[in-house]
């Protein structure tokens, strides 16, 4: 099973919630989301840490790994657009 979310959802308890299904999880997240660069992938995709709540750490949880892709959209001329 394949999940995904829009940017309006990104947070470490809801991310739990869903890996705990057993899906794959994608999920987009706005720009002010901040993702640390924890190891460089070859194709420039980028592996970083949903960061435990304090109140979460406590119970023995933990960090998540995610993988961070950006990417951008072409206009009709060819042109990048923002990136994602």
């Known amino acids: 099973m394949l999940v995904l979310a829009d940017r309006n959802f990104p947070g470490y308890e809801l ?3 869903a890996a705990a ?4 999880l994608v999920w987009r997240i706005g720009k002010n989301f ?15 840490r949903l960061k435990v ?6 119970q ?18 060819g042109n990048a657009t923002e990136t994602f």
């Open 21 to 24: 299904t057993g899906a794959e």
């Open 60 to 77: 023995g949880s933990t960090d998540i790994t995610v993988r961070v892709i950006k990417y951008q959209l072409k206009d009709q001329d």
């Open 53 to 58: 709540p304090r109140q979460l750490h406590s």
């Open 15 to 17: 991310w739990q919630q």
């Open 34 to 48: 901040s993702l640390d660069v924890d190891e460089v992938l070859k194709d420039g995709s980028y592996l970083s």
